[in-house]
């Protein structure tokens, strides 16, 4: 019996694709919308949302790779995976509770539903279909903080030297604001409210936490699996 089952593969197959165009197609109206747009124009690029996609969807055609052979898959792949998962998740979430209300009107892009709402959701599911048939310590859950530590480090490298992530601005997102009123580790009574540092800390802390519930979701789905797969095992050998 293979790793996946023939409904396993056929889901992730359509998962994957979905991914795929989704991430292409979004970035690709994102470069074009002109620098007028939120994340807009060639500037896009320098945004964790659209590296994030270029990630997933590299992942995916990766993972269709995988799924097809019907062999082990490297345990890397899995990890690697499931970080980006946890990361394109962080796009999601952040994009939908703290900067959609922001934008206003023009957060429903079609260029924004895709790489925000469609590629995180495609995502995640893709990963509890996959991870049936994986298995992934719990102890890797601490590695989902190292893309977005990443991030921030690129970002305050930009704001440091300069760098126009939107005209007139030095920054990606609100809350990696250096030289908001709030600084570093101070308060506010406008946006962004609480210092960049805070900000760092609880999405970090958030990052742990989903990483752990999707893995302890994961290691259920594959209990399961397995306990489905030897009862069918037992049932034919009788």
């Known amino acids: 019996m293979g790793i996946f089952s023939d409904r396993q593969k056929i889901i992730s197959y359509c998962l994957k694709i979905i991914i795929i165009v ?9 470069a074009n919308a002109g620098r007028g747009f939120f994340m807009g124009g060639s500037r896009t690029f320098m945004y964790f949302t659209t590296q994030s996609n270029i990630v997933m969807a590299i992942i995916s055609a990766a993972g269709i790779y995988f799924v097809r052979r019907e062999k082990h898959i490297m345990w890397i792949w899995n990890i ?41 959701v495609a995502s995640v599911i893709d990963f509890f279909v996959i991870a049936k048939s994986t298995r992934i ?56 409210y609480m210092g960049t540092m805070w900000w760092i800390f609880v ?6 936490m989903v990483g752990r519930f999707y893995l302890a979701i ?20 009788e």
């Open 80 to 120: 690697v995976k499931f970080v980006a998962t946890v990361s394109i998740t962080l796009t999601g979430v952040v994009f939908c509770t703290l900067l959609a209300p922001l934008l206003g009107e023009h957060a429903w892009s079609l260029h924004n539903i895709l790489t925000h709402v469609v590629v995180p």
């Open 22 to 30: 989704s991430a292409v197609v979004g970035i690709y109206l994102s």
């Open 203 to 208: 999405l970090l802390i958030f990052l742990i």
């Open 137 to 192: 310590s719990h102890r890797d859950a601490f590695l989902v903080i190292i893309p977005p530590l990443l991030y921030v480090i690129y970002a305050g490298i930009g704001y440091a030297r300069g760098w126009e992530f939107a005209d007139g601005r030095n920054y990606p997102y609100f809350f990696l604001n250096w030289g908001s009123p709030a600084g570093a580790f101070g308060f506010a009574d406008e946006l962004p």
């Open 218 to 237: 994961a290691d259920f789905l594959r209990k399961k699996n397995l306990k489905e797969r030897n009862l069918k095992e037992k049932n034919s050998d």
